[in-house]
């Protein structure tokens, strides 16, 4: 599989209302360029949502349903169990993908229920979740999502607490407990292994799912040109390691050759620009560096440990 | 398979027995009181072989109506049933759910909201959901509830319509009650409700875009639509009641007449309590007392034509609520027939009477004392209070 021989449809049409630089746009266009046939999409509240269906207009080339905020697991699930029904009693004649997508606070907050739930019943789709780590639709609010010391509107870096107190939930562990066929991280700056891994989540026998990193230039306080380059330092730094867990078997795909402090992946992020200005909060900085290194360790021994 | 059964059915069983007989393709739900007997019987049937659906055994009735979203917008013939609680928590998506315009049938077996936590019958749930756009059809025995869940499929599923209906019998009292059902044979069924068909499903083939996000240019017109569609779906209901009248030897109306020949006071009953009271107008008339009854069987959308028409030339009318909409005139009910004549030149005296809150039992006597005030009412032709709780200790109450 090359760049080049990905397919030339775009499912999502270009002019849709997403900011410049936007992750979510690249990583959705990246994410529709894995599927040979149109998907059914299921979309939960979100930028992408409110930004690709301003009527009347659409830029979806797909069928595509947004129901609610909370309930795209639920959704998904509908709409596969009536294409089993339909298909059965013969009134439908293929089956096509059912591809869920929802950010992070559809998935890690409001929305973790009805994920659980699906997952739990089986139901055959791919959900992704395109974490932006905030609320950003609403102005960038914290979700369980947010990093650790990152400013938000409702974790701001205040005079006497500086950004969010609490880590970032493991959601990827909640998800991989449900014991599914397969779980994946992708970056859009790692686009073939994006593709990879998606041709497996539309290939499973079940549900599977997908957590993407969609840098937010709004959220992030970052320039849009940085976008690719801040989803490449998420990997580096291991903040967002790249790994895939395949019928429980944990495989890190992306091994950085030299991993990166942590500090190149805050320091250009004006979330996080209080903990280097006024003066340099080291105290966090390495609370944050202690933590990473803690969770690719366990990354790695969970890799030892499941492999075959 | 042709021949009619008489069957021993409770109020959920029936309704189970009906949504079977639909055939649906999907059926999303989740276990909540009053209701549960129905999602056991369908489980049952679809383990059985007997129904080819897809049950998704919800994680909650949020999710259960959303799983009916997806399934619905698909095609796919669509059901589910809650109570109380379970409806609360739906509320979010039953405005996605009539506004996407998609046929669910929804069975609910009222029951009363926490808090205090109770189990029992009222309405404050279906009378809550009153303005969420679906279509609410409230039924007084078991008989009943068979008829309209087969009907409700086929209001719900008209291209005239297209929404999504509530059919809805009283916890308990009509869910757990057993009485002789006349069902009518598979094929009958089948023959009066055809397969669904769709006008806009997702579809890779015709890909659209449903759940958009609608900007002010655009909002009230969307809205707009849906009020006209829905106030229109009156005409299609009587028709289809007509419909099932004849095929099947009923006698349904949107609102039904009971001893009103001669009648100068009425009560307006919905849902079971209305047998109760047909016992106390018999026991009435019988002293001689010009008393009557009307019973409100489809509530949204509201008949104000046939309203108003039903209550022209009374004196006096009692409405029986079974729930109170906290702070105004008693409950919804009473406060929306008032409106409704109001613009009437020789109208009734109208009187609410929320009754029956939280499985309060309501029984003959106290239609007696609340027909006895109607007709002080009637007398003097002044009407002193918009409501009085019935059933209830507490000073202005009619007693339990």
New interface residues.
Partial sequence: MALKSLPLHEYLSSGHRLCAGCGEGVTIRQILKSFD??P?I??ATSCL??ST????Y?S?????????F??T??????????????I??G??KKW?VVLALAGDGGTYDIGL??L???L??GHKFVYVCYTNDAYMNTGIQRSGATPRAAWTTTSPAGKVIPGKTEWQKDLMKIVVAHDIPYAATVSPSYPMDLQRKMKKAIQADGPSFILALTPCPRGWRTPPYLTIELGRLAVQTCMFPLYEVENGQYKITMKPKRKLPVEYYLRPQGRFRHLFTPKTRHDIINAIQAYVDKKWQEIQKLEQLTQQ | MMARKVLALNGDEAAAYAVKQCKPDVIAAYPITPQTIIVERLSDFVADGELDAEFISAESEHSALSACIGASAMGARTYTATASQGLALMYEMLFVASSFRLPIVMSVANRALNSPLNIWNDMSDTMGARDCGWIQIYNENAQEVYDFTIQSFRIAEDHRVLLPVMVCHDGFVVSHSTEGVETLSDSEVDSFLPPRTTVYPLDVENPVTIGCVGVPEYYPEIKYQQEVATKKSIQTIKEIINEFNESFGRNYDIIEKYQMDGAEVALLTIGSASGTAKDAVDEMRAEGKPVGLLKLRLFRPLPVEDLRKALSGLKAVGVIDRHISFGSMGGALNMEVRAALYEMRERPHVMGFPAGLGGRDIRVEHFIKITEELLRIAERDVLEEDYRVVGCRGPGCIGP
Wanted: glycine content about 6%.
């Fill in positions: 046939e149109p059914i299921c979309n949502e409110v269906t301003p009527f009347p659409t979806w080339r797909t069928p595509w349903i947004h129901p609610a909370e309930c697991g639920a959704v998904a699930a509908g709409v596969e169990a009536a294409q089993k029904a339909l059965r009693k009134r439908k096509d229920q009805s659980s739930g699906a739990e019943r």
